[in-house]
């Protein structure tokens, strides 16, 4: 050991103070309690990650291993060189209670396309105003789960995680589930059981993931066009001590280092945004699940010897096959008087302009009492996402061709 500590490059090159700005109240919830956003220093360089821990109140392992990552690995955030901030407790009210929940009984993360909560609110005006190009969204998962106990299971993966699978989507092809690989092979060399997010169907069948764009790796993806992370911490089991409690929160930890390490080394920082889509391009508005090509592995303990092992698993629903495209119109009319699809659209911050306007620019279609959203607008794919259902109703939105098309 004979290395001079003088020479080694992360102790002359950091600063001797580096002051981080003060926390930020963004908001807070029904109850008054605020919520914070921080940042390691001035949030400008991107790419810019925001990392959100704590959407689930009976999930205390996220904030935990958030808190370690900014404890033991700070000096190593910063020379990254990326904006980095952090909600350290989404839903601070039941973080407080040990509950899922917001104290209305509000689901935050089934909450990002309708944003009924003042805390969906929240970070929804955060993601709209930091425009952060990475989202890493932070939970917990239990090692008991009824369909893998019938096969003699509990799964004991340390660190699951997802990233967006809704179709509409648009990422490099393969990019996604390449990276994946990548932060799971990184971690398995730092000796951390790592695999992709997976429910255990009742049924006994086993999908990736969601396509549901009600949650915030979908929402946010599709919305403000930011690559999005599920990063889940396994729940210790009744029987697991502080030792093995510790080295759960580490191995969420070190996902996240991964992860971030990974963003801070790609040759060109992906946009903060996606361009506005354009009037016929094609969208695809719902998928269904086909059986991957390969197996998925899956590391469980056999309920019966005790053993911890790696299972490869055949059939698993693992590829989003798009069941429908549409053709994006120039724009979609919604009558006012639909408030449940114009409201959430409104606190989304979606642009419109008045039907007569519209009109009055020789658009056809529009009642004088349409709120109009046109397409070409930051995350406007989304709208097709979210209006296309209901545009087969007859009272519900409609599509409006471009003028003269
Ligand atoms: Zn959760």
Same mark, same amino acid.
């Given at each position: 050991?004979?290395?001079? #500590?003088?020479?080694?490059?992360?102790?002359?090159?950091?600063?001797?103070?580096?002051?981080?700005?003060?926390?930020?109240? #963004?908001?807070?919830?029904?109850?008054?309690?605020?919520?914070?956003?921080?940042?390691?220093?001035?949030?400008?360089?991107?790419?810019?990650?925001?990392?959100?821990?704590?959407?689930?109140?009976?999930?205390?392992?996220?904030?935990?291993?958030?808190?370690?990552?900014?404890?033991?690995?700070?000096?190593?955030?910063?020379?990254?060189?990326?904006?980095?901030?952090?909600?350290?407790?989404?839903?601070?009210?039941?973080?407080?209670?040990?509950?899922?929940?917001?104290?209305?009984?509000?689901?935050?993360?089934?909450?990002?396309?309708?944003?009924?909560?003042?805390?969906?609110?929240?970070?929804?005006?955060?993601?709209?105003?930091?425009?952060?190009?990475?989202?890493?969204?932070?939970?917990?998962?239990?090692?008991?789960?009824?369909?893998?106990?019938?096969?003699?299971?509990?799964?004991?993966?340390?660190?699951?995680?997802?990233?967006?699978?809704?179709?509409?989507?648009?990422?490099?092809?393969?990019?996604?589930?390449?990276?994946?690989?990548?932060?799971?092979?990184?971690?398995?060399?730092?000796?951390?059981?790592?695999?992709?997010?997976?429910?255990?169907?009742?049924?006994?069948?086993?999908?990736?993931?969601?396509?549901?764009?009600?949650?915030?790796?979908?929402?946010?993806?599709?919305?403000?066009?930011?690559?999005?992370?599920?990063?889940?911490?396994?729940?210790?089991?009744?029987?697991?001590?502080?030792?093995?409690?510790?080295?759960?929160?580490?191995?969420?930890?070190?996902?996240?280092?991964?992860?971030?390490?990974?963003?801070?080394?790609?040759?060109?920082?992906?946009?903060?945004?996606?361009?506005?889509?354009?009037?016929?391009?094609?969208?695809?508005?719902?998928?269904?699940?086909?059986?991957?090509?390969?197996?998925?592995?899956?590391?469980?303990?056999?309920?019966?010897?005790?053993?911890?092992?790696?299972?490869?698993?055949?059939?698993?629903?693992?590829? #989003?096959?798009?069941?429908?495209?549409?053709?994006?119109?120039?724009?979609?009319?919604?009558?006012?008087?639909?408030?449940?699809?114009?409201?959430?659209?409104?606190?989304?911050?979606?642009?419109?302009?008045?039907?007569?306007?519209?009109?009055?620019?020789?658009?056809?279609?529009?009642?004088?009492?349409?709120?109009?959203?046109? #397409?070409?607008?930051?995350?406007?794919?989304?709208?097709?996402?979210?209006?296309?259902?209901?545009?087969?109703?007859?009272?519900?939105?409609?599509?409006?061709?471009?003028?003269?098309?």
């Amino acid at each position: 050991m004979s290395a001079d #500590v003088r020479t080694l490059p992360w102790l002359k090159a950091e600063p001797a103070v580096v002051t981080a700005p003060p926390p930020l109240r #963004v908001g807070h919830t029904s109850l008054g309690t605020p919520i914070w956003l921080e940042s390691l220093g001035p949030i400008a360089p991107r790419p810019r990650v925001l990392l959100v821990a704590g959407q689930h109140g009976d999930e205390p392992e996220g904030p935990a291993a958030l808190r370690a990552l900014l404890e033991q690995d700070r000096v190593e955030l910063r020379r990254l060189g990326l904006g980095i901030a952090w909600i350290a407790e989404a839903n601070p009210d039941g973080l407080l209670r040990g509950t899922r929940a917001t104290p209305e009984g509000i689901d935050l993360n089934r909450d990002h396309a309708t944003l009924a909560s003042p805390e969906a609110r929240v970070l929804h005006r955060v993601f709209a105003t930091f425009a952060p190009d990475v989202v890493l969204d932070l939970h917990g998962y239990p090692s008991r789960r009824a369909a893998a106990l019938a096969r003699g299971w509990l799964l004991d993966d340390d660190v699951l995680l997802a990233r967006a699978t809704h179709p509409a989507v648009v990422d490099e092809p393969g990019a996604s589930s390449r990276t994946l690989e990548e932060v799971v092979d990184d971690l398995s060399l730092e000796g951390v059981a790592a695999g992709e997010y997976r429910l255990f169907q009742a049924a006994g069948r086993v999908r990736l993931s969601t396509l549901g764009t009600d949650d915030l790796r979908n929402a946010v993806a599709l919305r403000y066009g930011a690559e999005t992370w599920l990063v889940e911490g396994r729940h210790p089991r009744p029987d697991e001590g502080p030792e093995e409690r510790r080295r759960l929160v580490d191995a969420q930890r070190r996902a996240l280092r991964a992860i971030l390490r990974r963003v801070a080394a790609r040759p060109r920082p992906s946009p903060a945004r996606r361009a506005a889509p354009r009037p016929g391009e094609e969208i695809a508005v719902a998928a269904s699940w086909a059986r991957r090509s390969r197996p998925l592995p899956v590391t469980v303990r056999d309920v019966r010897s005790g053993h911890r092992h790696r299972v490869d698993l055949e059939g698993v629903l693992g590829e #989003v096959e798009p069941t429908r495209r549409v053709v994006l119109p120039a724009a979609y009319a919604v009558p006012a008087s639909q408030r449940g699809l114009t409201g959430p659209l409104l606190r989304q911050g979606f642009s419109f302009t008045a039907g007569r306007d519209y009109r009055a620019d020789g658009g056809d279609g529009a009642a004088d009492d349409d709120l109009v959203f046109p #397409v070409d607008q930051p995350g406007g794919a989304a709208l097709a996402v979210w209006l296309e259902r209901a545009s087969a109703r007859a009272d519900g939105a409609h599509r409006l061709d471009a003028p003269g098309a």
